[in-house]
């Protein structure tokens, strides 16, 4: 029996992949979307009381409007935004269903996962970028109190936190666990926390700081991690602190061993920006297409669901040129 080969693959069930989707079905394109978690698992593993910078309107897709208490949606109402569009155009999401290789066999590409595998025409990587946290490489980082991902304030209280990090997950987790009652500091690589911080939240984080109830070791950075301790350098010297958890907000990368395996380029600088046609989206290998995050590498700050989803017309829309 032949092996189905669809017209194109979609890794990545979040809301880029699912508006490649949508545009995919639009275009009567036979398309799988392949998602190693839940739906949008990116925004599922966002903190539990996560509230978006932007406007709920602009992170609305195929004309479906986003309905919101707020003028900025919270974490739950984005969860149940794209719910409702997965369920409104019976998307084809594999939930749970990890891509493992990636290969092309001539025009074709075979795309192995964790349940089984699949032949298409044309693959579009919507991966995102917060499946891989940043490490920060010191001994002591692999202990069971050091958390990457950060979700609600109810298991720090009391305990002795220390947030790595200055930018919005940090500043989130530091004022949501100091007011649930942990002892808080934070490390930072400034002299203060990052600029683009929500700006209703800047001064809250700031007069926390100011007024000592959050301590913050300014252009600092981990040197150890201990069970019960923490050392860090600092301008002023070497400090140990005591510890009951570790907090490192220090950012996420996409998952550049995909890009590897089909051979997608990366620029030489410190961005590791794939290579792609910004015309189009397709990258420097014919019939994989980038669309969401992952196009910045590890410039994260450049592409949001809100500037990216226009990928997904402009990607479809040259497939079914290059398959007409």
Request: charged letters at 25%; a negative charge; hydrophobic letters at 40%.
């Amino acid at each position: 029996m032949t092996q189905k080969i669809y017209d194109v693959l979609i890794v990545g069930g979040g809301p880029i992949g699912l508006a490649c989707g949508v545009e995919a079905q639009k275009a009567d394109l036979d398309y799988v979307i392949l998602e190693k978690g839940a739906l949008t698992n990116s925004i599922f593993n966002y903190p539990i009381n996560m509230t978006f910078f932007s406007t709920s309107d602009r992170l609305e897709m195929a004309n479906i409007p986003f309905m919101s208490i707020g003028n900025k949606p919270t974490r739950t109402e984005a969860l149940e935004y794209y719910r409702r569009v997965f369920l409104h155009f019976r998307l084809n999401v594999k939930l749970y269903e990890g891509v493992e290789t990636l290969t092309k066999k001539g025009e074709i590409f075979e795309v192995k996962t964790s349940k089984g595998i699949y032949q298409t025409k044309k693959i579009i990587l919507a991966t995102g970028f917060y499946d891989l946290p940043n490490l920060m490489n010191v001994p002591g980082e692999d202990l069971p109190k050091v958390q990457h991902y950060y979700k609600e304030p109810w298991p720090y209280i009391g305990q002795k936190v220390l947030v790595v990090g200055g930018a919005n997950s940090a500043v989130d987790a530091a004022l949501e666990t100091w007011r649930k009652g942990a002892d808080v500091s934070m490390v930072l690589l400034e002299d203060e926390v990052d600029q683009n911080v929500k700006y209703w939240v800047r001064p809250d984080i700031m007069n926390r700081i100011k007024e000592g109830s959050i301590k913050a070791f300014t252009k600092s950075r981990i040197k150890e991690i201990r069970e019960h301790e923490v050392v860090i350098n600092t301008p002023d010297g070497e400090v140990t602190i005591e510890n009951d958890f570790v907090l490192a907000m220090t950012g996420y990368k996409p998952n550049f061993a995909l890009l590897d395996q089909l051979g997608v380029e990366m620029s030489q600088d410190e961005k590791k920006q794939p290579c792609y046609d910004e015309l189009n989206q397709e990258s420097n290998v014919p019939g994989v297409y980038l669309a969401g995050v992952v196009c910045g590498g590890l410039n994260t700050r450049e592409f949001f669901i809100e500037n990216s989803i226009v990928h997904a017309e402009t990607i479809v829309k040259d497939i079914l040129e290059k398959l007409s």
